[in-house]
């Protein structure tokens, strides 16, 4: 507001200046012309004929008309001396004309004013030298009465520009702290514990816009994270409660006599294999913890994948017999990646022992790897079993999540940390893990590793290659 006052009041003034210089220069201009035309007749003409030839013209033009001569005498007067309306201004005009010979201007007072006068003062010569001055004066009063209207006018314009702008930036302001204060309210809400709000702000600003999208984004992980730490804390005391009341209830049921000391070995074995699966669930909750916070401890070192593969596979064989189940390995040599072999070796015995729970009798189960774009190690295991639904597979790798307990073939094994583990660590390495699945139809699990070492599939291509040459040179 203020600035817009500012440059209002810095246009008028500058108006004013130009306008006021405008039409001085005009009244000067015409001032000029009569002083001309009188000096020249008076030039003209014997010095006895001056007050004729003044009369005449004081007759026609509007405003006094005064002739000084050069000792200071006033030989012509029409409507009193204007030395004494002008002040110093009128007497320094009147000054050079006589001293310097030079057409002069003046004014009695500023333009506004209704009694302002301009005056000029023009050297009248006889013989070569200045005689006397002749003063010509013009009021500027209709000047003044059109200047106080402009500003009247200007002044209320202004006030109208000042109140309608003021009102436009208003709107205009709230319209624009609208996605703001929508935020605010929506950041508050959220900071209060309602996770659910999101931000419906259509402003057309890209900016805004593009803040809205990424705190929506932002909101929506907040609210996927805290909800994901609730089921958390949930699952992970449904987990460890359970063991603990076996715990404890055993206890309480050998403290209730005295038993024999085979009887007590008995009860803490028992106790033994319930705190060795509260240890399980603990350290998976860590190990989850720890890859959350990119704070899983990975070994880099070379990592001899095909060696590591069949030797996982060799250790499940007679698993798999005892249960008529055929393990086939397709994996070729010289895999390579750069890894932590321990945390792979894990990766693959989950994924191989959850491809038994779920495998039924006489079924068989695939571990294969392939080389895919010359820098991926893709490793598929298949197996026959009853699969997984579609809107069950995104919340696979969710920790303690499991598809479906009915359908594995030992029922109450495992929290449901596995998979999600063998995600953190593949992701950890680098690669992705997914799965693909059909109800009825079994399911397949998909690591992608990057490979560091050379392609393993160089050597076969090339033999291939090489045998057509061979029987040609023959």
Known sequence: MALEFGILMLTGILLYAALAHRVNQNVDDELFRQAEMISNQLERSHFYLWSRHLNEFARHFQGPVELISINGNVLFNSQGTLIERGGNSVSQALARAFRKNQVTFASTASLLRKTNLRIIAMPIHLGGEVAAVILLAKSTADIAA??????????????????????????????????????????????????????????????????????????????????????????????????????????????????????????????????????RIVNDLLTLARADAGQLELVQEPVDLS?????????????????????????????????????????????????????????????????????????????????????KQKYLFDRFYRADDARCRKEGEGAGLGLSICKRIVEAHGGTMAVESRPGEGATFIVRLPLSGPDPMHDSRLRSMLKPARRTGR
């Open 146 to 279: 059109i200047f106080r209207l402009m500003f009247i006018i200007g002044g209320i314009l202004g006030l109208i520009m000042i109140l309608l702008s003021a009102l436009a930036g208003y709107f205009m302001a709230k319209k624009a702290l609208a996605p703001i204060q929508e935020i605010l309210s929506t950041a508050r809400a959220v900071a209060a514990g309602d996770l659910s709000r999101r931000l419906e702000s259509r402003a057309r600003e890209k900016e805004i816009q593009t803040l809205v999208n990424v705190l929506n984004k932002m909101f929506e992980e907040l609210e996927t994270s805290f909800v994901a730490q609730r089921r958390f804390i949930a699952d992970a005391s449904h987990e460890l409660r359970l063991p603990l009341t076996i715990l404890k209830g055993e206890i309480e049921v050998a403290l209730r006599h005295p038993r024999k000391r085979e009887e007590y070995v008995q009860i803490l074995r028992q106790q033994l294999d319930t705190i060795e699966r509260m240890q």
């Open 307 to 391: 060696l590591l593969l069949h030797e996982v596979g060799q250790q499940h064989l007679i698993l798999f017999a005892n249960h008529h189940i055929t393990l086939d390995i397709d994996v070729p040599d010289g895999l390579e990646v750069m890894g932590d072999a321990a945390h792979l070796e894990r990766v693959l015995m989950n994924l191989l022992n959850n491809a038994y729970k779920y495998s039924p009798d006489h079924s068989t189960v695939t571990l294969s790897a392939r080389v895919e774009d010359q820098k991926w190690a893709v490793i598929r295991i298949r197996d026959e079993g009853p699969g997984i639904p579609l809107e």
